[in-house]
């Protein structure tokens, strides 16, 4: 079990990368979640598919407001997609569901890009509540 985040980004990119040169780009984002799931699993990582979290908003509690794609080790949320270019949407999503579930860092995952290492990007909640 790996406790650092570095760490775990590092084989999950690896993973990432394996997977899109082995399938390639195109299929649905389920296909590419359900195979990295099952990879980081075998490499010994704790993964959660589909988690759903719950939010408090001006005093309602909604149970299941969003789902993770997968959430690795209680330390890294990986948001999949599988479309044609990344846009400024997607990564404000990520963001809102690291400050959401205060969590440090999540991966956005595109595997419909040329290239994976197009297809990464990394990004870090900056966000405290005061």
Do not use: W
Not at 32 to 39: K, S
Not at 48 to 61: K, S
Not at 75 to 87: C, G
Not at 91 to 102: D, G, I, M, P, V
């Amino acid at each position: 079990m790996l406790n650092c985040s570095v760490g775990i980004s590092s084989i999950v990119i690896e993973e990432a990368i394996g997977i899109h040169r082995e399938l390639g780009p195109g299929l649905f984002e389920t296909v590419y979640e359900t195979v990295l799931a099952g990879r980081l699993e075998k490499r010994g990582l704790r993964v959660e598919r589909q988690l759903p979290v719950p939010i408090e908003f001006d005093g309602h509690a909604f149970g299941a407001a969003f789902k993770i794609d997968i959430l690795v080790e209680d330390a890294l949320i990986l948001e999949i997609k599988s479309v044609e270019q990344l846009s400024k949407a997607h990564a404000k999503q990520l963001l809102t569901y690291l400050r959401l579930s205060n969590q440090p860092v999540g991966l956005l995952l595109n595997f419909s890009a040329a290239t994976m290492r197009e297809g990464i990007r990394r990004l870090v909640n900056n966000y405290k509540a005061e």
